[in-house]
């Protein structure tokens, strides 16, 4: 037999996302569209934490009694902290 062989053929329960992959070779149906899902929510947890963060700074510094340049030092960190990560973890996930 040529070509990709069809899981169906095994006599075992496939979805017709698997029957799609396999005779067309395109990924398509809700398993897919759940990962893209969550891996946009987890890509967009960086700037929603600078986003909450940076209004709140004023309120860390007098809650804190600490000298605002110190506590932009924690914003600072985090921002390292995240491209350290990227950097790391960008290999691996590739």
């Given amino acids: 037999m040529s070509g990709p062989s069809c899981p169906a053929a095994e ?11 396999a005779s067309h070779g395109t990924v398509s149906g809700p398993k897919h569209w759940r990962t893209l899902v969550i891996l946009s929510a ?3 947890f960086g700037a929603l ?7 709140a700074l ?4 007098l809650a ?3 000298e605002p340049g110190s506590i932009e030092l924690t914003i600072s960190g985090y921002v390292v902290g995240f491209s350290l990560g990227q950097l790391l973890w960008g290999p691996i996930g590739d």
């Fill in 42 to 44: 987890l890509m967009a």
């Fill in 11 to 21: 006599n075992e329960i496939v979805s017709m996302s698997d029957i799609a992959y």
């Fill in 64 to 66: 804190l009694h600490a």
């Fill in 49 to 55: 934490a600078t986003d909450m963060y940076l209004p």
């Fill in 58 to 61: 004023p309120s860390m510094s």
